[in-house]
């Protein structure tokens, strides 16, 4: 039986038998206890699905992704340690020294970093482009050594709308896949790989967990890219890898090999699989996801109206306004809603946005996002503060923005807050 998403928040995942606990155990054990040599050897050799150590693999991990996989529409998934690691991993899985991929510039800054400057020095090269090139001008940006293409659902912290359907077109056309963050819209909101994506990642760290009690991350893989078309691209996929005896993961893995690959080379490697007791905490976000997106987003459109209509506010950026210059893509991509988080600014210097905050009373001055309590930061104050505000424009970041992350609690309480802190400035 084919279920709606909001139902696989529930009953995806973890399916117990007879006599089998309901809620999905925690697995909290390095290890795997086996009868024979044989069968352990038959698990290193990839011969066997099992478990033997839980830095590759663990029964509650893999139960959370089997679920978010099922609400992505997605072939196979992995968790790992944060958004960071499953954006690191999705990208190195089939890049390497000597290689090139391309980026939106608007990502979240820290996988900007990581793109732009961690990798750069182990020999991978990426090209930032705006959300907004045209189809020729993305065309240009490709060179022979290009792998992949990387953009976010929903930018953070401009929350602007990326346009799956164009940059998978382009992708495709030079034979490599699209990877999407789908952190801030969520499968509830946005499914990329109906546009066109191949990869999707997550920070479940935001939404998805919910509670801000455990950080994490997740990859998913369509299953739609087909590798061994274009082999001489990605010979991590299409040739032997002889760290696991000489295994071609395209041919022996089929539409798994993505995944597989990941797991039994880098999770090896890394190691930054995501306990078990996070992926527990995260199973329970999961079961709530779609109502409380539903209440995010429409808490957070009440409040944008509110912020738009006050006269101590320059500017407002949030797709579900409808005069809102990316409220068509999201109409197209998000059509019951975005998320809960809002850009701004206000009329003065970082000194006004300072006092606007601390003059807060309910919301919380905090460095993350996306979570059941509204909180904000002010970029060029915490995250960025220090960039010189010329510095802070060219990363696309402009020095009055306000990051406000609306709640699950009453509207009328968030409104009232924010509408005393405009008081005092």
Same mark, same amino acid.
């Given at each position: ?156 912290? +401009? ?54 009690? @455990? ?23 299409? +040739? ?19 995944? +597989? ?105 905090? +460095? ?27 990363? @696309? ?29």
């Amino acid at each position: 039986m084919a279920y709606k998403v909001g139902t696989k928040c529930v009953q995806s995942g973890w399916k117990p038998k007879n006599g089998e606990p309901r809620q999905l155990p925690i697995y909290q054990s390095t290890t795997f206890k086996y009868d024979s040599s044989d069968e352990m050897g038959r698990l290193f050799d990839l011969e066997e699905e099992g478990y033997f150590y839980t830095r590759l693999q663990n029964p509650t991990n893999d139960y959370v992704a089997a679920k978010i996989c099922d609400m992505e529409g997605g072939y196979a998934a992995m968790l790992t340690s944060s958004g960071q690691a499953a954006n690191f991993f999705a990208v190195f899985n089939i890049c390497e020294a000597g290689d090139h991929f391309i980026a939106s510039s608007s990502i979240y800054g820290g996988t900007f970093n990581l793109f732009g400057t961690t990798m750069k020095k182990m020999g991978i090269e990426c090209t930032f482009v705006d959300n907004d090139i045209t189809e020729e001008e993305l065309d240009k940006c490709f060179k022979p050594n290009t792998k992949a293409v990387f953009g976010e659902t929903i930018t953070n912290p +401009t929350v602007s709308i990326f346009d799956i359907e164009k940059f998978a077109r382009v992708a495709h056309r030079h034979g490599v896949p699209l990877i999407v963050d789908n952190t801030f819209a969520t499968p509830i909101n946005c499914r990329p790989f109906e546009w066109g994506a191949d990869i999707v990642t997550h920070s479940t760290t935001k939404y998805m967990d919910g509670h801000a009690s @455990g950080v994490g991350g997740c990859i998913v893989d369509s299953g739609n890219f087909d590798w061994l078309a274009h082999a001489d691209k990605f010979p991590g996929l299409t +040739t032997p890898d002889e760290s696991y005896h000489g295994i071609i993961y395209a041919e022996k893995f089929g539409k798994g090999a993505y995944i +597989t690959k990941a797991t039994s080379q880098l999770m090896r490697d890394f190691g930054s699989i995501q306990s078990p007791q996070n992926a527990f905490y995260l199973n329970l976000g999961l079961d709530s996801l779609e109502v409380r997106m539903q209440r995010h987003c429409a808490n957070a459109l009440a409040v944008a109206k509110f912020l738009k209509a006050s006269d101590k506010v320059a500017w407002i950026h949030y797709a579900d306004l409808e005069d809102d210059p990316n409220h068509a893509l999201a109409q197209k991509y998000c059509p019951n809603g975005t998320c809960g988080v809002i850009a701004f600014g206000l009329k003065g210097d970082r000194n006004t946005a300072v006092k606007f905050m601390d003059s807060l009373q309910m919301i919380s001055i905090v +460095t993350h996002v996306a979570d059941s309590k509204t909180c904000l930061l002010h970029p060029a104050s915490h995250t960025h503060r220090q960039l010189t505000d010329e510095q802070l424009r060219e990363a @696309g970041i402009s020095p009055d923005l306000i990051r406000l992350s609306v709640g699950i609690e009453d509207v009328d309480d968030i409104i009232a807050d924010l509408r005393q802190g405009l008081e005092q400035i």
